[in-house]
């Protein structure tokens, strides 16, 4: 463990350079401010950020009272003031449920996001307007354990656990911080997980007697698997983006570090396709579109997930996807090349309307066992032709830029 924390801890210069900077982006954007206060968010306001991630969170507060019944201004009226700051800096506006933004500043990425100031959850309007008072609920609470917190996102980023987004739908930063702050620890949360049942519930604010929680939980949060109440706000379901399959996922590494600990479960495994024993390999890098990464996760997914049922017939024996900035979509497959002719099954003899039909459609038919079958000629009977015809589907064009290369490994 000491080890592993070694390695993800920010070091001295790291810290030095993230106060430093988010120090001056502070200062300067706030001189600009009339109405609101921009202030630290997400893990950098926490403490709970690992080595080599410099993305920094900023929540602009605007005043309750004067923006409550107009949240929907926040971003229009911070967009001319960000530019006025930083006029030497491109702007990107990103929509959402309230648009943010993003920019470079002293080489560091930034998010930039309007929010209401309040004081407690039931004052938002929107989802963000609660974050400042996750990192006030964190920092109160997890001073002890901030260094399994950081061990704890390390494990779920090396096994594909990380992110709430609906193309990932695994732990939030967030709620691993819950977790690890009501548990005490990281290997004691591992040991937890192991009795879960499914709708185990979370409450570490200690919000409802027992599982009452499910009694008074909207049944529309109750979908995930396990019930992380929010400690700020008793009406959320904190891990409502969880799926079974990650919570599952989670459980069997837990399972496996406790039974063999080893420093290999929290480094990312680099998928290597030339050691997988296939018939053919594709891998077909993509240009993805502009955008929300949440939007722009689930566009990539489809597209995997479409081409995924298109290369059936080659027998898919592993497929993966990672994404960067760009996109890699891996198939490795037990046939590279189909028969060029098709046998398609068509109706019993009996059905004499709807073999009409099929034996108008299928020229080359003939009859067996009182049913009629038709000959069809496969048009792209080679992998990188199927591939490349898949590739030029509707479905796939309107949900990405643009196909860079395909290889056949």
């Not at 592993?4 to 954007?29: C, D, G, M, R, Y």
């Not at 019930?227 to 989670?250: C, G």
Request: proline fraction near 4%; aromatic fraction near 10%.
């Amino acid at each position: 463990m000491k080890e592993v924390l070694s390695h993800i801890k920010p070091n001295k210069q790291e810290l030095s350079q993230f106060k430093k900077t988010s120090t001056a982006f502070l200062k300067t954007l706030n001189s600009k401010l009339k109405d609101a206060k921009a202030i630290l968010g997400g893990s950098g306001a926490k403490g709970t950020w690992l080595s080599g991630n410099f993305d920094i969170d900023i929540f602009v507060l605007f005043d309750y009272k004067k923006y409550s019944q107009k949240t929907d201004e926040l971003s229009n009226v911070l967009e001319p003031i960000l530019k006025k700051a930083f006029p030497s800096t491109t702007l990107n506006r990103l929509h959402g449920s309230r648009d943010y933004f993003q920019m470079k500043y002293q080489n560091l990425s930034f998010e930039i996001v309007p929010i209401l100031k309040i004081s407690k959850a039931d004052q938002a309007i929107n989802i963000t307007d609660v974050s400042p008072l996750h990192s006030q609920w964190v920092n109160k609470h997890s001073a002890k354990v901030k260094d399994d917190i950081m061990l704890t996102k390390k494990f779920c980023k090396a096994n594909d656990l990380y992110g709430a987004e609906s193309y990932i739908n695994g732990f939030s930063g967030y709620v691993l911080e819950i977790l690890v702050t009501y548990y005490g620890s990281l290997l004691k949360l591992f040991k937890a997980s192991q009795k879960w049942k499914i709708k185990e519930v979370i409450d570490a604010a200690k919000y409802y007697p027992k599982k009452d929680a499910l009694f008074h939980l909207n049944q529309s949060k109750l979908n995930s698997p396990l019930i992380v109440i929010d400690p700020v706000d008793k009406n959320r379901n904190a891990a409502a983006a969880l799926s079974i399959e990650k919570l599952s996922l989670f459980q069997q590494k837990a399972k496996e570090y406790l039974l063999k600990p080893s420093a290999s479960f929290f480094e990312k495994k680099v998928f290597d396709p030339s050691k997988i024993k296939a018939a053919a390999v594709v891998a077909i890098t993509i240009e993805p579109l502009k955008g929300k990464e949440d939007v722009v996760g689930t566009k990539l997914l489809k597209v995997f997930q479409f081409l995924q049922k298109e290369l059936e017939p080659f027998s898919i024996k592993e497929s993966h996807w990672e994404w960067e900035e760009e996109a890699v979509l891996y198939f490795a497959l037990n046939k590279k090349e189909l028969p060029t002719i098709e046998i398609r099954s068509g109706p019993p003899i009996k059905l004499t309307e709807h073999v009409k039909v099929f034996k108008q459609r299928h020229s080359d038919n003939y009859m067996e066992n009182s049913r009629i079958f038709a000959r069809v000629k496969v048009p792209h009977p080679k992998v990188e032709d199927f591939v490349k015809n898949s590739l030029q589907d509707k479905y796939v064009k309107k949900r990405i830029k643009t196909v860079k290369t395909v290889k056949i490994i």
